[in-house]
């Protein structure tokens, strides 16, 4: 059994709420610069290389690239061999969110209670975690700060088996295009299918951790992930709204078994500051 001491946990969380907000990474970078490069409008060309600029600037300096600096999602895989040592795994978490938040100066924006008294926490805790446990001794942990711009405009319908891969290749495309331009395009889109209502959710939660233009390791669902991209991009909906060729930087969907009853299938949109980080401890 392996110990392991909850400070280091904290240490770590505060380093990715800081990275995250503030470094997007030369994957999207390239993506970004590569969709630009293929556009024909001015106005589209301008959009992304405004976008490119301020992503540099925002890792350059260590700022945030985007004012909305998200509600904090983590996804916790901790292996069964591990002990945790010195606090609650669930507190170094929210603290190291907390701490994060405060040392780089990033916005919070999480209020207390969501309905009646809405008053903000002043740290942006809590985070949101999901936690699953794995063979092994290690602490794999995923951070990705959710904007509600996008968040704002994710949706969950309980399609009939009978609709089958139609019915959710039509879905996804409605549910992008009544979203428009308020999830900021482009846009990575994650779509989870199977398991129940909140399962869903979930996976198209994860779809968006993952790095943009992977693919799923079944082919039939990375079959489904480029179909969906090919209609999405063809919405010319375009970046900041303002159309182009590029609605979609990716699409990235997650499934898990279901009951012989139902089709589940959610939508979880991100913005093109598509933005998550990862350590493993």
């Not at 400070?7 to 990474?25: F, L, T, W």
């Not at 939660?205 to 993952?210: E, G, N, P, S, T």
């Not at 898990?256 to 933005?275: D, K, S």
Request: aromatic share 6%.
């Amino acid at each position: 059994m392996r110990e392991l001491h909850v400070n280091e946990v904290r240490a770590a969380v505060a380093r990715m709420v800081i990275d995250a907000n503030c470094c997007i990474g030369e994957g999207m970078l390239t993506c970004l610069e590569q969709c630009r490069d293929r556009e024909e409008k001015t106005l589209s060309r301008n959009v992304l290389d405004m976008i490119v600029r301020n992503d540099r600037l925002a890792e350059e300096r260590m700022v945030a690239m985007c004012q909305d600096t998200g509600m904090a999602v983590f996804r916790v895989q901790v292996g069964q061999e591990i002990h945790f040592v010195g606090g609650s795994l669930d507190q170094a978490i929210h603290d190291g969110t907390a701490q994060g938040y405060e040392e780089g100066y990033l916005r919070k924006s999480v209020v207390g209670e969501p309905l009646f008294d809405r008053v903000n926490t002043r740290n942006n805790t809590p985070a949101v975690i999901y936690y699953e446990f794995v063979p092994g001794d290690q602490l794999h942990i995923t951070f990705a700060p959710k904007g509600f711009g996008s968040e704002n405009m994710s949706v969950v319908k309980m399609l009939k088996p009978a609709d089958g891969v139609d019915g959710v290749l039509n879905f996804v495309v409605e549910a992008v295009k009544n979203a428009g331009p308020n999830p900021c395009p482009p846009i990575v889109v994650g779509v989870g299918i199977g398991g129940t209502f909140e399962k869903a959710a979930q996976l198209s939660k994860f779809a968006l951790m993952r790095d943009v233009g992977s693919h799923n390791e079944d082919p039939r669902y990375a079959a489904l992930e480029d179909e969906l991209m090919e209609r999405i991009n063809a919405l010319a909906i375009g970046p900041a709204g303002l159309g182009g060729k590029t609605t979609a930087l990716g699409v990235h969907v997650e499934w898990f078994p279901t009951h012989i009853a139902g089709l589940p299938v959610a939508v979880n949109l991100c913005c093109h500051a598509y933005r998550h980080s990862s350590v493993t401890l």
